[in-house]
């Protein structure tokens, strides 16, 4: 296995058709429009900075395809660098203890999130809250946020999708009930943001803080053997 993560990386895939995520259309096309209709009026530093925030839009909002990862272990649901692993005698998500891993999300990473194992989501509940920067632990439960259940054949996992600071809304563009697949989109943050695990209590956790992972590709926990 890790042979096989030394010789691909996740990146950009030739078949992807829209190469950025549709909820940031809007943010990259009205910028874009705004920019061409100054620059037609002459007014060349308006429409600099519009055709800039264009351009940082395209690139926050990228989609990239990921190659398949080889089979037997939960994947990273997000981009970004593991903040904390810890053990919890109970969860506001699930019933009983679980293990929890949590994700930061920069500015700077790719904000489109996948499913960490093929399953049924059974249950997904929005929590009204604050914008604290994501990396505080006190964000886990004062901010914004939308907890998804998925019943896998490892049991049940939550995937907490945690506004930050700058990030004013979570979007997702699944619902209860649908059979989501291994590494499957299910959607994205706005900007800065965080990203939540709970997982069985005997999972074999495969990261550690500080770790970079990737969504969809990198390796998080696994079924004990």
Do not use: C
Not at 40 to 69: C, H, I, K, M, Q
Not at 220 to 225: E, F, G, Q
């Amino acid at each position: 296995m890790k042979d096989y993560f030394q010789s691909r990386t996740p990146g950009p895939n030739i078949h992807n058709r829209l190469p950025v995520a549709r909820p940031g259309l809007v943010f990259i096309l009205v910028p874009a429009a705004l920019g061409l209709i100054t620059l037609a009026l002459g007014w060349r530093v308006p429409a600099t900075a519009f055709f800039l925030a264009a351009a940082f839009s395209a690139w926050f909002f990228r989609d990239p395809e990921r190659p398949a990862p080889p089979p037997g272990f939960g994947l990273s649901p997000a981009d970004g660098r593991i903040l904390k692993v810890e053990s919890l005698p109970s969860n506001p998500y699930m019933p009983g203890p679980a293990v929890k891993v949590s994700i930061f999300m920069s500015p700077f990473n790719v904000h489109v999130n996948r499913a960490p194992s093929g399953g049924r989501l059974s249950s997904q509940t929005y929590f009204p809250g604050a914008f604290l920067n994501a990396s505080l632990d006190k964000a886990s439960a004062l901010n914004e946020r939308n907890a998804l259940v998925l019943e896998t054949a490892e049991g049940p996992v939550a995937v907490v999708q945690v506004a930050g600071l700058i990030a004013r809304r979570i979007v997702t563009w699944v619902k209860e009930n649908d059979e989501l697949e291994r590494g499957q989109r299910f959607g994205l943050i706005r900007f800065g943001s965080r990203v939540e695990l709970y997982l069985p209590p005997d999972s074999e956790i495969m990261v550690a803080p500080g770790q970079k992972v990737s969504a969809g590709w990198s390796p998080v926990w696994r079924a004990p053997r």
